[in-house]
């Protein structure tokens, strides 16, 4: 089976702008994770979801959202980018809870 | 509110030593427990996970974990340290309850390095 792809793997953006990411997970996960991680905050969830239904939300901005599409893959939006958005930004699959989570090689953003 | 201490930012060990990467966790009700390996570039790898049971948990590449619920522990180890196992280890938590999905907390992460 293929892994978890991500796109693009790099990003540069400027200050207000917007963008969205892309993972295409493991063929048969439905559940679809995203993670932030930066040097100072390390890893912070952003969203699950879960059959197209968002199942958890973590503790950020209506800024970060996201969606995922009946074939599973799932897409992330950011709007009106600030620079503290720069990080590495992780999709995770997974077939159901407690099991493993694989992780893709992530987008790295840059907000300039 | 669940989260997870790892007290050390960098571990450096000797080739062949033994290792440990420690994790102390807080979380109500039963905790889901995981360990995971992040290489440069590279996105996170599975090593093991602790659901219930044993509370020796044997993984990947030969590493294992100590789950002690008295001390909210959950030590990552390893009996003979490779120079290829230098890389940044997270400790992971998932409270019980079924709302919470695939959501973890994770934790700040320790540096292993291991020198020849």
């Known amino acids: 089976k293929a892994g978890v792809t991500q796109t693009p793997r790099y990003l540069i953006k400027t200050r207000g702008q917007q963008v969205t990411l892309s993972c295409s997970p493991i063929s048969g996960h439905r559940s679809v994770s995203w993670y932030q991680q930066t040097p100072g905050q390390g890893l912070q969830f952003l969203f699950e979801y879960f059959s197209e239904t968002q199942r958890n939300k973590g503790n950020f901005p209506g800024r970060f959202s996201g969606r995922q599409f009946s074939n599973s893959r799932s897409e992330m939006n950011v709007s009106t980018l600030e620079l503290g958005d720069s990080a590495l930004y992780l999709c995770?699959?997974?077939?159901?809870?407690?099991?493993?989570?694989?992780f893709g090689s992530g987008t790295q953003l840059s907000v300039l | 509110a669940q989260s997870v201490a790892q007290p050390e930012d960098q571990v450096n060990v000797a080739e062949g030593n033994p290792l440990t990467v420690k994790c102390t966790y807080s979380v109500s009700g039963n905790p889901y427990l995981f360990w995971y390996v992040q290489y440069p570039n590279r996105g996170l790898q599975f090593l093991l996970k602790?659901?219930?049971?044993?509370?020796l948990v044997k993984g990947s590449y030969g590493f294992e974990a100590e789950f002690n619920k008295s001390q909210t522990s959950f030590h990552l180890k390893k009996p003979s340290a490779l120079v290829s196992d230098s890389a940044l280890y997270f400790c992971a938590v998932r409270p019980w309850a079924m709302e919470y999905g695939n959501k973890l907390v994770f934790g700040a992460g320790t540096i292993l390095r291991v020198k020849s």
């Open positions: 995770a699959s997974g077939e159901q809870a407690n099991e493993k989570l694989f």
């Open positions: 602790y659901i219930t049971g044993d509370n």
